[in-house]
């Protein structure tokens, strides 16, 4: 255990609405309660992994907000991956399953839908981009060099493959070389 905070918004949603409706008033309210927990979280000393629906720059400039009132180092996870393979992956889903307890069936129409209201991060916002087609050790390595290279990660604690499946944000090592313990770290994804 590595001592983040994994938010997910699909579990916050189905915590709270027996039959969730992901309309605009449902979207605001579980938007509210992931920055709420996030700050309450950060505030604590824990790092964040903000996982949720961050496609809008405007939801994405929320959280930097967050992260700078709580002294924190916001990094977006920025994975990118042709259409046709990420509507397979999500077309396979299969609820049994935990990793996709939470997921949202949907058919192609939503999927473009859905991606055609994305806004691609612009210059200001601080982003690693990791590839949907390469397997998590690579994926894991590209956000650790991250990092590593804002001071978040020891050089010891980047080469031992401190990253575990599931988990992109890390909680520093406070006891290894480079890391500034003053600072904590909430990821986008």
Same mark, same amino acid.
Not at 54 to 72: D, F, G, P
Not at 89 to 95: G, N, T
């Given at each position: 255990?590595?001592? @983040?905070?994994?938010?997910?918004?699909?579990?916050?949603?189905?915590?709270?609405?027996?039959?969730?409706?992901? $309309?605009?008033?449902?979207?605001?309210?579980?938007?509210?309660? #992931? /920055?709420? #927990?996030?700050?309450?979280?950060?505030?604590? &000393?824990? %790092?964040?992994?903000?996982?949720? +629906? @961050?496609?809008?720059? %405007? /939801?994405?400039?929320?959280?930097?907000?967050?992260?700078?009132?709580?002294?924190?180092?916001?990094?977006?996870?920025?994975?990118?991956? $042709?259409? +046709?393979?990420?509507?397979?992956?999500?077309?396979?889903? $299969?609820?049994?399953?935990? $990793?996709?307890?939470?997921?949202?069936p949907m058919n192609?129409?939503?999927?473009?839908?859905? !991606? &055609?209201? #994305?806004?691609?991060?612009?210059?200001?916002? +601080?982003?690693?981009? !990791?590839?949907?087609?390469?397997?998590?050790?690579?994926?894991?390595?590209?956000?650790?060099?991250?990092?590593?290279?804002? %001071?978040?990660? %020891?050089? +010891?604690?980047?080469?031992? &493959?401190m990253v575990k499946?599931?988990?992109?944000?890390?909680?520093?090592? #406070?006891?290894? &070389?480079?890391?500034?313990?003053?600072?904590?770290? !909430?990821? !986008?994804?």
């Amino acid at each position: 255990d590595i001592g @983040a905070v994994h938010l997910q918004s699909d579990k916050v949603r189905f915590e709270l609405f027996e039959t969730p409706r992901y $309309d605009r008033q449902e979207n605001e309210i579980i938007s509210h309660l #992931m /920055l709420y #927990m996030a700050e309450e979280f950060l505030n604590a &000393g824990l %790092s964040v992994l903000y996982d949720g +629906d @961050a496609n809008k720059q %405007s /939801l994405r400039r929320q959280i930097r907000e967050v992260a700078h009132v709580t002294k924190s180092f916001p990094l977006l996870v920025w994975p990118q991956i $042709d259409i +046709d393979s990420a509507y397979s992956r999500i077309s396979k889903r $299969d609820r049994r399953k935990n $990793d996709d307890k939470y997921a949202v069936p949907m058919n192609r129409k939503a999927y473009e839908e859905y !991606i &055609g209201k #994305m806004q691609n991060p612009d210059i200001t916002e +601080d982003y690693v981009v !990791i590839s949907g087609k390469h397997n998590f050790q690579t994926q894991a390595n590209a956000v650790v060099k991250k990092l590593y290279d804002v %001071s978040l990660v %020891s050089s +010891d604690n980047a080469r031992s &493959g401190m990253v575990k499946p599931g988990l992109v944000n890390l909680v520093p090592n #406070m006891h290894n &070389g480079r890391v500034d313990d003053s600072r904590r770290n !909430i990821s !986008i994804k």
